[in-house]
């Protein structure tokens, strides 16, 4: 249900070196099961109000779509 994702140390090419096993980011590989988590719906997402996850669940998303493709 989750996709790791290893954290870099320095942004520098390549980036193999600069991780270690023991970072990692999990993401979910769905975001709809995060919104789920989060105990928001689509709609909320939708209305003008502030929502402090927004930022989790757009990473959440480009990480999905760069994995699947």
């Known amino acids: ?3 790791r994702c290893p954290v870099a140390g320095q942004g520098s090419y390549p980036l ?3 991780t270690k096993d023991s970072l990692f980011k999990a993401f979910f590989f769905d975001t709809g099961i995060l919104l ?3 105990d928001y719906s689509y ?3 939708d209305s003008d109000k502030d929502i ?3 930022g989790f669940l757009t990473e959440n998303y ?3 779509q760069l994995i699947e493709k």
């Open 43 to 45: 709609q909320a997402l």
């Open 36 to 38: 789920c988590e989060l």
């Open 1 to 3: 249900m989750l996709h």
């Open 62 to 64: 480009v990480a999905t």
């Open 16 to 18: 193999k070196p600069h």
């Open 52 to 54: 402090s996850y927004k």
